[in-house]
Nanobody, 115 residues
């Protein structure tokens, strides 16, 4: 059974930083992509950043230059470093891992940015 557990969310003032971490456990046949989505109140879940098996990362325009995805295969983690946070980054952040057949999701972690 595949499980994704996020950590590192919290509250921060605008301009601050947070680092989210996602621990992946269980057996996944072949990871195609892994990364992060977010969902703000009243909005649809949206892409933040996804990294493929060739370490090519697709970032949302709104986070380019501020957020960085990194993966540590030895620890089975995928992290999201978030710098220069602004109020619009407030959302629940979800870790996701995809293989050829399935998309796995974590339970989400809240990030709140205040002005």
């Amino acid at each position: 059974q595949v499980q994704l557990v996020e950590s590192g969310g919290g509250s921060v003032q605008a301009g601050g930083t947070l680092r989210l971490s996602c621990l992946v456990s269980g057996s996944i046949f072949r990871v195609n992509t892994m990364g992060w989505y977010r969902q703000a109140p009243g909005k649809q879940r949206e892409l933040v950043a996804m990294q493929n098996s060739e370490d090519i990362t697709n970032y949302a325009d709104s986070v380019k230059g501020r957020f960085t995805v990194s993966r540590d295969n030895s620890r089975n983690t995928v992290d999201l470093q978030m710098n220069s946070l602004n109020v619009e980054d407030t959302a629940v952040y979800y870790c996701t891992v995809r293989d050829p057949s399935n998309a796995y999701w974590g339970q989400g972690t809240q990030v709140t940015v205040s002005s």
